[in-house]
């Protein structure tokens, strides 16, 4: 299965509304009260040439940040990592296409999306992405 399926079949069953633009897929997902996060999801290779996915939330811009109370967060995560993309603070994941299972990428994509909300929320007391 694509991973364009599963992620419409678990948007679906989660009630997330999800749009492709460029090859991008963004979906927004409920964190709680009243809240939300943006997961984007693209589609690379990695050294060996495998395809992978990648999924991403942006936390906020990189100003002012704690890189330290970053990269010790970094040890705490179940899922992904706090990098820096295009000059924005996000929480990233990745996984091989042809290991892709619906029950993980649902916990991936669930996953980045509470603990993006969080250190959004925490570091930057915002709810912008």
Known sequence: MSIRKIVDSIAQACSWHVVEEDGMLSIDVPTGDG???VVLITNDTDMAEQKIVRYWSVIGGTEDVDFRRCLEENSRLAYGAIAIQDNQLV??????????D????AASIGN???YADRYEKDLFGTDLY
């Open 35 to 37: 809240r939300s996060q």
């Open 91 to 100: 929480i990233m994941d990745t996984q091989l296409v042809q290991d892709a």
């Open 102 to 105: 619906p029950m993980e990428v």
């Open 112 to 114: 980045l999306a509470a």
